[in-house]
T-cell receptor, first 115, second 108 residues
Framework: GAGVSQTPSNKVTEKGKYVELRCDPI?????LYWYRQSLGQGPEFLIY????????DSGLPNDRFFAVRPEGSVSTLKIQRTERGDSAVYLC?????????????FGQGTRLTVV | GQNIDQPTEMTATEGAIVQINCTYQ??????LFWYQQHAGEAPTFLSY????GLEEKGRFSSFLSRSKGYSYLLLKELQMKDSASYLC?????????FGKGTRLSVIA
């Protein structure tokens, strides 16, 4: 696609529920990143995929968070038993090439609100 | 590990020049990105420095000193639309890690 697409743009869910956030990267980009951003803070790294595999998942806060990228393109971030503290904007970015030096393009994010 | 230090907030006048400084410590340094983020929007790429020196791109320039772990972003002829957060992002062995950035307010 022309850019990184994230759906939904907004998601309101009740505490304890399960949510899935989707990211469609730019076609041909092998690297995909998930970040989350709270108000007044910079993007916080969650997980990085190179192709289908998670090259670095050290930023996932706990085992309620999980992400997949089964075919090396679309990725889904899954959050179980959501808590109010999970409320944030979840950003996805993609870049081409094998290294981490190439420019990352961001989607517009999914604003998650846990009530 | 990674450590990024830049001012939290800056204010400058429309038409003026502003320099946003960044010092960093990172393992396996490859280069340094600057991103711009307007409130409520996603970050967008501004520049990437690999070699020491100044890279100029229109009203924006970015400088890097690898030996000092220092970079700055220079914005000339400031416009109101330049009000945004500016994120200094060193690229090392880990995926891009962002700090809080510098929130720039441009006033008339």
């Amino acid at each position: 696609g022309a850019g990184v697409s994230q759906t939904p743009s907004n998601k309101v869910t009740e505490k304890g529920k399960y949510v899935e956030l989707r990211c469609d990267p730019i076609s041909g980009h092998t690297a995909l990143y998930w970040y989350r951003q709270s108000l007044g803070q910079g993007p916080e790294f969650l997980i990085y995929f190179q192709g289908t595999g998670a090259a670095d998942d050290s930023g996932l806060p706990n085992d309620r968070f999980f992400a997949v990228r089964p075919e090396g393109s679309v990725s889904t971030l899954k959050i179980q038993r959501t808590e109010r503290g999970d409320s944030a904007v979840y950003l996805c970015a993609s870049s081409k090439g094998q290294g981490v030096m190439t420019e990352a393009f961001f989607g517009q994010g999914t604003r998650l609100t846990v009530v | 590990g990674q450590n990024i230090d830049q001012p939290t907030e800056m204010t400058a006048t429309e038409g003026a020049i502003v320099q946003i400084n960044c010092t960093y410590q990172t393992s396996g340094f490859n280069g340094l990105f600057w991103y711009q983020q307007h409130a409520g929007e996603a970050p967008t790429f501004l520049s990437y420095n690999v070699l020491d020196g100044l890279e100029e791109k229109g009203r924006f320039s970015s400088f890097l000193s690898r030996s000092k772990g220092y970079s700055y972003l220079l914005l000339k002829e400031l416009q109101m639309k330049d009000s945004a957060s500016y994120l200094c992002v060193p690229s090392g062995n880990t995926p891009l890690v962002f700090g809080k950035g510098t929130r720039l307010s441009v006033i008339a």
